[in-house]
């Protein structure tokens, strides 16, 4: 969100561009994102059932490996990903060649890095692993700024973004894999071992592992797609549109932290008979606490949050910052209760209602307002905010039944 905000000084074109690239980029990124899930979840069931710890390391060791693998994976994903919407996007392609390249820089420690972050939670490092990702944000949009602040063209710029995000993430990287301890330093070289002794075993453990992140693939492709259609109104519509995304991406993301950490901590406290429903309302509660009145603040003033984001003054962005505040006021059930639904039950637990709402609701409509020429700022979000709401309220009904299982918990 800060970077597009920097690079609003070169033209709604260039933060267009960037915002698809980012969007396009992220679904490949998104991926690596169930590792963190996995680890939480599968180490978590292991000492809810009383295995050993040995159990666990062999259990991290194989996530581990497969972490690699998903990094070859990964940079297949980017490539394929990069070509097929450099033929897609509208406007200049070779602008977008270099804003995907700047946007996919660094991503080969991702994959390790969500291993090591979901290993941090585990282990109850929530405090420290938030200082590491405050540190990696602080080096990366901090040497971005500084470089597309002295920046003379958009090109420039572009690549200074390339450049921060490499150094940003060999620290934070470096940071978690310190954080630790001696015995899992080593794991790294360990999961390495494993994956070049059966590479093609490794891969195949690939899609199990990131099962938990195909929900964030559904949302990704989907705001790809609508920021593409979004663009084909117009320059200005495409950046309104992915500057609106990126401050609700950047407010929806780290609740899924906090939703694996309260999966987490419900598994731990709970028997093998009974879920403990009060730890999920006072997670959901908590940060309702905080969503709820910001929300509220922005549908009833969004100019604030316009001038903040850059974005032209006008009724129609004016109504999608409203929009978009009405949509925080959601975000406790759907962003903090569907990830700790991916602890408690399983990694893929939202992902069809997810899809349905995404693929089967907001991409049919906004696709057919596009072809009908009657697509506008409030259309994209007046839909988008529409199927929010339908995935928050199975997310609702998939909590209380969870908290009324009286079943053996699954991993």
């Not at 609700?248 to 403990?276: N, W």
């Not at 962005?317 to 006021?329: A, H, K, N, S, W």
Request: charged fraction near 10%; aromatic fraction near 6%.
């Amino acid at each position: 969100m800060v970077t597009i905000i920097a690079l609003a000084e070169f033209g709604p074109t260039t933060v267009s561009t960037y915002g698809i690239a980012v969007n396009v980029y992220g679904i490949a990124v998104v991926l690596c994102a169930g590792h963190g899930i996995a680890v939480v979840s599968r180490l978590s069931h292991l000492r809810m059932r009383g295995q050993s710890d040995a159990a666990g390391s062999e259990q991290f060791t194989e996530i581990i490996s497969t972490a690699w693998a998903s990094t070859f994976v990964l940079v297949v994903l980017t490539c394929g990903f990069g070509a097929i919407s450099t033929a897609l996007i509208p406007g200049d392609r070779g602008q977008y060649v270099l804003a995907y390249a700047a946007a996919t820089v660094g991503a080969i420690l991702l994959p390790l890095g969500q291993c090591l972050a979901g290993k941090q939670q585990f282990l109850g490092l929530e405090r420290l692993s938030t200082q590491h990702s405050f540190e990696t944000f602080v080096i990366g949009t901090g040497l971005a700024l500084l470089g597309t602040g002295v920046a003379p063209d958009a090109t420039t710029a572009l690549l200074s973004i390339g450049l921060s995000g490499i150094a940003a993430e060999a620290w934070g990287f470096a940071r978690r894999r310190d954080s630790l301890g001696e015995r899992d330093r080593g794991i790294i070289r360990a999961g390495w071992s494993v994956f070049t002794s059966s590479p093609a075993q490794t891969l195949r453990n690939v899609p199990r592992t990131a099962a938990g992140a195909y929900d964030g693939v559904v949302l990704l492709s989907t705001f790809a797609l609508v920021s593409q259609l979004a663009a084909s109104v117009g320059p200005l519509p495409g950046a309104v549109t992915v500057t609106a995304i990126a401050f609700v991406r950047s407010v929806v993301i780290p609740l899924k932290s906090i939703g694996l950490v309260g999966g987490r901590l419900v598994v731990h406290r709970s028997d093998r008979r009974l879920i403990d429903s009060g730890l999920i309302r006072q997670a959901i509660g908590t940060v309702a606490y905080v969503l709820v009145p910001v929300g509220a603040a922005l549908a009833l003033a969004p100019w604030p949050l316009q001038h903040v984001l850059g974005l032209p003054q006008g009724h129609d962005t004016e109504l999608v910052v409203r929009l978009v505040g009405f949509q925080l006021m959601l975000e406790p059930i759907a962003g903090v209760g569907s990830a700790m639904l991916k602890v408690i039950v399983k990694p893929t637990a939202v992902l069809l209602p997810l899809t349905i709402c995404m693929w089967g609701l907001t991409l049919p409509v906004i696709a057919i307002g596009s072809a009908a020429g009657a697509l506008s700022l409030p259309t994209i979000w007046a839909v988008l905010l529409t199927a929010r709401g339908a995935f928050c309220a199975c997310v609702w009904v998939g909590l209380v039944r969870a908290s009324r299982r009286r079943t053996e918990l699954v991993a």
